[in-house]
């Protein structure tokens, strides 16, 4: 099916109200872009933040008549007439295929690989993770799931015990099970992430050696040789008393989800517990690791 899209510059405190307008006017989706490069991180949580210059694109059926729809909005004061925008043909593709194509095996420090499941597994003796992109986060082609991957892969995790705090797709922790570890706990707010770790751990197999628990249900003398968090700097600080509680004496610890800028203050934060190692960086984002004391 082809379709039209309608795209129209908008400050975010109309967007939603230009959106509303739009789905009355027969739009069958509202999608919003940042309309200058201005970056939105940490959004509280059940907030979704809009940029202060949103591009506002609606999408419409190939036949649409979109003159009525303009005039409409040209009566609306905050666009007036002859405001802003530019209709434009969506190439009728197969979209799932597209997806689908978008996605290839990557190989993370040495051992470690993450296929999804279309694909050949490219050297079926290393350590492949097959996973597939789902609701939670994590298929590896972020750049914070990418730090850690290779950290865990630069360790020895045989028999160790690991914990993954706010393992999204289960995506850190299964990798630690398949590079050896005995034990992996996994623990994450969001319940979709722990649905869509328990499937991915079916799929690699490894379910015996998962545990998975929503953070008030998670055990409280939880201690693991190994923790890996890539969350967000803020709740990173938030939970640093409750994270070096759960490393034993000695243990290593990895946290993403940083931005450059971030990673000395969280380092420094982190020194009252763990000697903290020179954080490594990918694009915007780093990885702190450090050794319990
Ligand atoms: C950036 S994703 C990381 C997912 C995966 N571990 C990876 O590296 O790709 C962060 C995950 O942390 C979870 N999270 C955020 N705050 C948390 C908290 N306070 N406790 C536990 N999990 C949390 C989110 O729900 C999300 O699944």
Redesign the pocket.
Known sequence: MAWIQLRIHTHRDHADMLGDLLMDQGSVSITYEDGQDEPIFEPKLGETPLWQDTILIALFDADTDLAPTIEFLETMPFLGKGFTHKIEQVEDKDWVREWMDSFHPIQFGQRLWICPSWREIPDPAAVNVILDPGL???TGT?P??AL?LEWLDSLDLTDQEVI??????G??AIAAIKLGAKKVTG????YQ?IDASKANAERNNVVEQLSLYL?ENQPANLQADVLVA??LAG?LKE?APLIAEKVKTGGKLALS?LLQEQAQDVSDFYSQWFDMEPACHKEDWSRLSGIRK
């Open positions: 939670a986060f994590g972020h914070t799931t850690c993954d705090f706010g393992c999204g797709s995506i850190l623990v994450d707010i969001d992430a953070p890539n969350i709740p939970l989800g």
